[in-house]
């Protein structure tokens, strides 16, 4: 045993100790126990084990602090409440606090004096009351000293019967002169129920209480006088039941030695048989040939038996070989893909150049794949897919709120129900070395009191390290070279810089409206056929039913609401043919009122209305591009600029931004400094509930601030994105596929792009680009040109 003279709360690693309250001046920490009495001028051992009663001894120490033994009512009771508890207990100084080798905790207490329960305080992890203490009563007359003499006679008869009384105890009775130490001495060792102790604590009158120690005694004297005597009969057949007991053992030897004792024989013989056939490497199996040994070396009964066992279970049901290579065949990973994916051309085009080379140097290091991209994209199947085409097992590790990093390398051994990390499991679920493995949601790992997963992340997507992988459990090597990790993300800015690092990270944007009705009617319309019970025969949905969800009541990158109401759709119609109402349905788009109701989505164009001021911009988000509206106003004031919208620092910056180069062109563009100057300037995004940020804003922020100082109103057929310098250039920003998809699917025929984007053009889908006039802008001047309408000729077009 360690002794820790200021021991520090037992938590995982890791954790540290948490800021408590002060303690009232009348107030103590209790320490509940369960059948166990603690009695003042008593130095007694107590071994504490809930996570609770730990805190609290520990606190105590900390604060060298007294503590408050209070039994239990209901020894059953785990977590005990104050209605459980007794309401008078000991005072007792912790002297040690001692953590044994197996993690058990005890304490060494000195009992001071006992106490009241006034009343139980909150606000600690344990349990904290206010107390009074109880004095000791103290008496020199006859009576007393009668009894004392009694007590002490009786006693010091039952310490010379005691078959193992602590040493020194009778020398301790002999030499107590107080009447209330000697009544509580003697009934702190006495062998006796809680119960009945904890009636001697609370009895607080001295002749009371040392008649009931006295008459305990006097029952617990008979009891071991008694067995003195059958003692002396039995001790003459002692022998001979030594002697059988001997030639018991001897039995059972002989009986190891002829094979009849086949229940451990088997189980050790099964588990060589298996060690023998999983292929470990040298290392491993002699790891296992040791465990074995000392499985075979230990009862079936014991606990430690069971945590050998379920170690080499795992030992052999690893997959350790690898198994024969499997030919990649290109031709079917093409047809593969194409079956179970649209579009995503440049995505299908770098896995085959993955494949292919996984092909041509089997043993070479591939990168790690990180698909990246909106929920409802296709990145988990394109990792099942990639399995099938190269015929390799497929499984799945979800990361997302993953926070402790035992799940990611597996706890010790040490632990009670240790297991391996997520990892190992899942490995050992594939059967296989070489599985395709997809680490689902790796932007979502939490980083807790229990370490960072991320990092434990770092080795296995390693390729120069995760070929001696070390599991924590396992405490050995495992090879995760030939696993085939693919990740999935939605966002990389929470992904740690040197875990992204390790990955290759291929990126996959929204859906156009074309690609959500070929991928609706190829696969979500039979899907959802399937699983509401209907065929093709009877429930008919039109590509027009679909072009009307897609438009209308579904808004996303992906098509997971696009399939839920397509379901919602069938299963209406599903009803009708279950009732035998109708034998065939035809969906059309008029049934879409009733069926999904009003329509959630418009077209935005439609809400524009054409007023100085306002200017259509584009965003991008997780789940897609967007447009959005930039709406000034000014009204009498002092040249403040006002700000509203949820906006994020770097959008703020390019209001100002926008606003200060229309202040330096303001000679230009026909505006007076007194404009300024006598008036205050409101921008404002809609949909406030959103908080918005980023530099993508800055040029229709500029369209629609000019717009409202000089009354020229800016089209509104035409959507803008891109960064501005107070130089007047416009900059490069990013999303440009998505933001040009969302800007087409809403009515917008023309678009603002900088110059410098012209290398994103190639990844706009082509339906987006018949159907969009394209501007690239070099500075703010070309967006002014293309931007605003012509010079009003009314006399109040522009503002005074």
């Not at 954790?15 to 130095?43: H, K, T």
């Not at 009986?255 to 004792?261: A, K, M």
């Not at 009732?579 to 109701?597: C, F, K, M, N, R």
């Not at 524009?608 to 001021?613: D, E, L, Y």
Request: hydrophobic share 40%; charged share 25%.
């Amino acid at each position: 045993m360690t002794e820790q003279k200021s021991p520090e709360p037992v938590q995982a690693p890791g954790a540290s100790g948490p800021q408590l309250p002060e303690l009232p001046e009348d107030a103590i920490i209790i320490v509940p126990v369960r059948n166990f009495v603690m009695f003042p001028d008593v130095v007694m051992p107590m071994a504490i084990g809930r996570p609770a009663s730990i805190n609290a001894a520990q606190a105590a120490v900390r604060q060298s602090l007294p503590v408050g033994i209070l039994a239990q009512r209901d020894a059953g009771v785990d977590n005990p409440a104050p209605n459980d508890m007794h309401r008078m207990g000991t005072i007792a100084n912790v002297l040690r606090y001692v953590t044994a080798q197996d993690d058990t905790h005890h304490l060494i207490l000195q009992g001071e004096t006992r106490f009241r329960v006034v009343e139980f305080l909150e606000g600690w992890p344990f349990l904290v009351a206010r107390v009074a203490r109880v004095a000791e009563p103290e008496s020199d007359a006859p009576e007393i000293e009668a009894r004392i003499i009694n007590l002490r006679r009786q006693a010091l008869e039952t310490v010379e019967l005691l078959p193992q009384a602590p040493q020194g105890l009778g020398d301790a009775i002999r030499n107590i002169g107080s009447a209330s130490t000697l009544a509580d001495t003697v009934a702190a060792y006495l062998d006796m129920g809680a119960d009945e102790k904890q009636e001697i604590l609370e009895t607080v009158a001295l002749d009371v209480r040392l008649d009931k120690v006295s008459r305990a005694l006097a029952q617990r004297l008979q009891v071991l006088r008694l067995s003195a005597e059958i003692g002396r009969d039995v001790q003459e057949t002692l022998g001979s039941r030594q002697r059988e007991a001997l030639l018991r053992e001897q039995m059972a030897a002989i009986q190891r030695q002829l094979g009849e004792d086949d229940g451990k024989a088997a189980e050790v013989a099964e588990i060589s048989e298996k060690i023998e056939k999983a292929g470990m490497p040298a290392d491993v199996e002699a790891q296992a040939r040791k465990e074995l040994r000392r499985l075979e070396s230990t009862p079936d009964g014991a606990a430690e038996h069971g945590i050998i066992r379920t170690y080499l279970d795992w030992l052999t049901e690893l997959p350790w070989q690898l198994p024969e290579e499997k030919p990649i065949d290109i031709a079917e990973a093409r047809a593969v893909l194409d079956a179970d994916h649209y579009g995503l051309e440049k995505i299908k085009r770098r896995i085959v150049e993955y494949l292919a080379v996984r092909k041509l140097a089997p043993e070479g290091k591939a990168p790690i794949l990180c698909f990246v991209g909106p929920p409802g994209v296709g990145k988990t199947s394109l990792g099942q897919s990639i399995a099938r085409a190269m015929g390799r097992p497929f499984v799945r590790v979800s990361l997302g709120g993953v926070h402790d990093e035992a799940e990611i390398r597996g706890h010790r051994r040490t632990y009670i129900g240790a297991l391996p990390g997520n990892i190992i499991q899942a490995i050992r679920k594939a059967g296989t070395r070489d599985c395709v493995m997809m680490l689902d949601e790796i932007d979502k790992l939490g980083q807790g009191m229990h370490g960072d997963p991320s990092a434990a992340m770092l080795e296995v997507l390693d390729p120069e390290q995760n070929g001696t992988f070390r599991d924590n459990y396992l405490a050995l090597p495992f090879d995760l070279s030939r696993v085939v990790f693919i990740a999935t993300a939605n966002m990389l800015d929470s992904i740690p810089g040197p875990l992204r690092d390790r990955m290759e990270i291929i990126s996959l944007a929204g859906y156009t409206e074309e690609e959500k009705l070929a991928i609706a009617r190829r696969y979500l319309v039979r899907r959802q056929l399937e699983a509401n019970g209907v065929t093709a025969e009877q429930v008919t949905v039109s590509d027009a039913v679909l072009e009307a969800i897609i438009r209308f009541y579904t808004r996303e990158a992906g098509v997971r609401n696009l399939e839920r109401e397509i379901g919602k759709t069938i299963r209406h119609a599903a009803v009708r043919i279950a009732e035998g109402t109708a034998s065939h349905v035809d969906i059309t788009p008029d049934d879409l009122q009733e069926i999904l109701g009003g329509r959630i989505f418009e077209n935005e164009v439609a809400q524009r209305t054409s007023v100085p001021g306002v200017a259509t911009g584009m965003a991008w988000t997780p789940v897609g591009g967007d447009i959005l509206f930039i709406e000034a106003t000014m009204m009498p004031g002092n040249g403040r600029l006002i700000l509203t919208g949820q906006l994020g620092d770097v959008m703020k910056e390019s209001a100002q931004a926008a606003l200060s180069l229309v202040k330096s062109r303001a000679d230009a563009l026909g505006i007076t400094r007194e404009t300024f100057e006598k008036n205050d300037v409101h921008v404002h995004v809609p949909a406030g509930a959103t908080p918005k940020d980023g530099p993508s804003a800055g040029v229709a922020m500029f369209l629609a601030l000019t717009s409202l100082f000089t009354g020229r109103t800016v089209r509104s057929d035409t959507s803008m994105t891109g960064e501005i310098s107070l130089r007047g250039l416009v900059l490069p920003v990013g999303g440009i596929k998505e933001k040009v998809v969302a800007a087409a699917g809403a009515g917008i025929t023309r678009v603002m792009l900088p110059a410098r984007n012209r290398r994103d053009f190639d990844d706009i889908p082509i339906s987006a680009r018949d159907k969009l006039e394209f501007i690239w802008l070099e500075t703010v001047e070309d967006a002014l040109a293309a931007g605003l309408e012509p010079v009003s000729t009314q006399e109040d077009g522009a503002p005074s």
